[in-house]
């Protein structure tokens, strides 16, 4: 992948100022403006403190660094060329887990039987801390995000493994997927509710898995991946045994790749076909989260983006610049991505950490950085 630091094109606040009214202009034309760049990369830095954890949004409910969402948002660093913040922002992960480290271990021998007992989803922003029990914790899919970004990082030169303790962290990763039978137990997904199999969280711990195994990171036995695939394929293409689609799938294509393309095709048909909004993607059929007074679900902004980058990598540009586009269009006045919208406006988690990361991440991919 060709990258380099363009931090340097993002234009200052004092140079936006100047610009006048054009600062309500952030797309136009099929071209990304400065005042698009800025309010892109400012929805991220505002929301990151300088040991680089990043509240996944400012609002009162959001006010937490979730491992998932610290993870896919600091993946934008890596795709601007600003490795050292990328770096360090997969470092504020791995002090989660090392402050956790107790715990963890203790699954590796004991099974959970309470929530709270899993590898927490939810930290404080200063402390790192873990913040309350009554959560839907077991995410299978931010573990194997984990492994498969620090696998990445390994592959593409930017070593994140600092320490002995990183590499013995590595490790117990490995035996807690196998504690927890990842490949066989129910875990709450990548929308942290109801305990269900869900292939994006199977297929993700598979890709993570394989990445380390690949990078010489950890020991992983063969069968430990052959498990997961099994039960990856033995669901797929639905989501869950009883869910045919979900946003959440996306995954599997980008950044995992691990699906094949007539899989792939069914997924993104069921997507674009069942779950499209005039502002976003809902996550699946009848969610109740946010949903507007006219029945309407929840309208993930990131979702555009989402499709944006599964498309790029199917070499359709032309398609996905259309989400692209689509995507940039739900962008508030003031510059910021919400979460979602609801009746028609956008919800207080504005703006989202983890969506303004996608933009970013698929403007680079169609050229619309520079």
Not at 55 to 62: G, H, I, P, Q, V
Not at 256 to 268: A, C, Q, W
Request: glycine share 6%; charged share 20%; net charge negative.
């Amino acid at each position: 992948m060709n990258v380099s630091n363009t931090s340097s094109h993002i234009p200052s606040p004092m140079q936006l100022s100047r610009a006048g009214s054009a600062t309500k202009t952030y797309f136009a034309n099929d071209r990304l403006t400065p005042e698009g760049k800025h309010a892109l990369y400012s929805g991220i830095e505002k929301l990151r403190n300088s040991r680089g954890a990043l509240l996944a949004a400012s609002s009162e409910d959001y006010h937490a660094c979730w491992m998932r969402d610290q993870l896919y948002a600091n993946f934008a660093y890596y795709h601007l060329g600003e490795f050292d913040k990328f770096k360090q922002g997969i470092r504020v992960v791995f002090d989660m887990l090392h402050q956790a480290r107790p715990k963890i271990e203790h699954v590796l021998c004991n099974p959970p039987k309470n929530v709270h007992e899993y590898i927490h989803a939810k930290y404080a922003q200063d402390t790192l801390l873990e913040i309350t029990n009554d959560w839907g914790h077991h995410q299978v899919d931010a573990i194997g995000l984990f492994l498969y970004m620090v696998g990445f990082a390994e592959a593409h030169e930017q070593s994140v493994v600092d320490t002995q303790e990183d590499r013995e962290m590595i490790q117990i990763l490995v035996q807690y997927l196998t504690s927890v039978r990842y490949w066989e137990f129910p875990d709450n997904g990548m929308w942290e509710e109801w305990m269900e199999l869900h292939t994006s969280s199977i297929g993700a711990a598979v890709k993570g898995l394989e990445m380390i195994k690949e990078e010489r990171l950890a020991i992983v036995p063969q069968s430990l991946i052959e498990e997961g695939r099994k039960a990856l394929f033995s669901i797929l293409p639905n989501e869950t045994p009883m869910r045919d689609q979900d946003l959440a799938q996306l995954s599997l294509s980008w950044p995992y790749n691990i699906i094949p393309r007539e899989i792939e095709d069914i997924i993104l048909y069921r997507v674009t076909t069942r779950l499209i909004q005039s502002r976003g993607v809902n996550r699946y059929l009848d969610d109740n989260y946010y949903r507007s007074d006219n029945g309407i679900s929840a309208e993930w902004t990131f979702g555009f983006f989402w499709l944006a980058l599964v498309y790029a990598k199917r070499g359709a540009r032309a398609q996905a610049k259309m989400w692209f586009a689509r995507g940039m269009s739900t962008m508030t006045p003031e510059g910021d991505l919400p979460e979602l919208y609801q009746n028609g406006r956008p919800n207080p988690n504005t703006p989202l950490a983890w969506t303004h990361s996608l933009a970013i991440i698929a403007a680079k991919e169609l050229g619309y950085w520079g």
